[in-house]
């Protein structure tokens, strides 16, 4: 007998135990599934165990884990001059910025700004001066109106700064007196009207 043929004989027998060890192992399973399969209780079991692993495997599909989610992005303000806000008019591929009561809102995502004449007009300036014009041109009472402008932007457009010349910092100093408090400090409250620009 030589070399090549009794590999061969000792493949296929190999082989052929592979297949007998099949098939008994594959009766022996049959044997102890069978009567799982018939039975009421063993069907619930495997309709639970099916249920279970679907719902855990389309929960990793569908939902992220906390520590996947994208991270916020904090955003330092911006604390913006009235020329650098100048610049913010949604030309040359910048946002649309405009300053009402010393906050910078960006006018691009706010919803009511597409295609509307007013906002091209205060983009990219201090908001507040314009309209009060705009009203006092009309004749029409400017409290009520600059109040609902205020409240429409804060509830439309993002705050994205602070403008840093609306108000005269230095001169507040000027305000102080010894008769207002114990330490001869004056609090300023920076959200009353400034008056005409």
Known sequence: MSYSTAISMAQSLIFNLQK?????????????INPIVKSTTGKMLISFAIGYYVSKSLSKILIKPADEEEPEVFREPLKLTLQQLSTFNGKNNKPTYTAFNGKIYDLTSCIMSRDDEIFRLIAGCDAGPVLQKTYKSM?????????????????ECAVVGYLIEHYDFEGLHSYQTDEDGEDGSTVVDLSEELGEF
């Open 139 to 155: 004749g029409i009472s400017t409290f009520d109106h600059m109040r609902r402008w205020e409240m429409m932007m804060e509830s």
């Open 20 to 32: 007998v060890g099949q098939v008994h192992l594959a009766n022996a399973a049959s044997r102890v």
